[in-house]
Nanobody
């Protein structure tokens, strides 16, 4: 049974930082990503990382502020300079590293496994 467990969410003031973690019961050969979903909005890809960690991808809205990384089966999202518009439930996702993944990493349908989410609130 595959499990992805997120942690690290919380409430911070604008300009603050948080570090999210996702522990996955996988073999480390999956591509992974962070998604977020705010109330009334669609789930959006925030950042993706390849199986080996050598390839990282970001949504334009978070470039220069967020950093994705991974260590074997644990993925991280360092979030700096947080803005109120970053408020959302953040989800960890894992899936196969198909050939088109580098150009479709932000699409939720490309992932087989999901965590329950961790709430981030920026005021």
């Amino acid at each position: 049974h595959v499990q992805l467990v997120e942690s690290g969410g919380g409430s911070v003031q604008a300009g603050g930082s948080l570090r999210l973690s996702c522990v996955a019961s996988l073999d480390g050969r999956h591509c992974m990503a962070w998604f977020r979903q705010a109330p009334g909005k669609e789930r959006e890809g925030v950042a993706g990382i390849s199986a080996g960690g050598g390839g990282t991808y970001y949504a334009e809205s978070v470039k220069g502020r967020f950093t994705i990384s991974r260590d074997k089966n644990t993925m991280y999202l360092q979030m700096n300079s947080l803005k109120p518009e970053d408020t959302a439930m953040y989800y960890c996702a894992a899936g196969g590293c198909w050939g088109a993944w580098t150009t479709t990493w932000y699409q939720p349908q490309g992932y087989n496994y999901w965590g329950e989410g961790t709430q981030v609130t920026v005021s």
